[in-house]
């Protein structure tokens, strides 16, 4: 009855407000850690920093997380025309994708995804 609700900022155009929406998908914990870890960015990181400017020696938490569901694409994914939509980044062109971010759910019943148009 774990799930987890994965997000990220998309931008058909980065120079486009009107243009950027949000993606969601849903996915079964399968594994998770007992508790979350804390610890310095450095060591919890693979790159050692985030995109958020905190420094390495940031004590910040992390929670090892094992789920079942489709691919998830962390850096850009084709749209249902085939084309390929670029994440937001942080900095402009050349910045670091938005990060990608998760809700965990306990006790979950049923998970139903709808796409919906926002006119």
Not at 41 to 59: E, F, M, R
Not at 70 to 76: A, H
Request: overall charge negative; glycine content about 10%; cysteine-free.
């Amino acid at each position: 009855g774990d799930w987890i609700l994965f997000g990220k900022h998309f931008a058909v155009n980065p120079a486009n407000t009107a243009q950027r929406f949000s993606y969601f998908r849903w996915f079964r914990i399968i594994a998770i850690d007992a508790e979350p870890k804390l610890g310095q960015l450095q060591d919890l990181s693979p790159s050692g920093t985030d995109p958020y400017g905190n420094g390495a020696n940031t004590v910040v938490w992390s929670r090892d997380v094992v789920v079942e569901g489709p691919d998830w694409t962390f850096f850009s994914t084709p749209d249902l025309s085939g084309a390929t939509l670029g994440w937001e980044t942080i900095g402009g062109a050349n910045g670091i994708p938005v990060p990608t971010t998760g809700t965990l759910m306990s006790n979950v019943v049923t998970v139903i995804e709808r796409n919906v148009s926002v006119d």
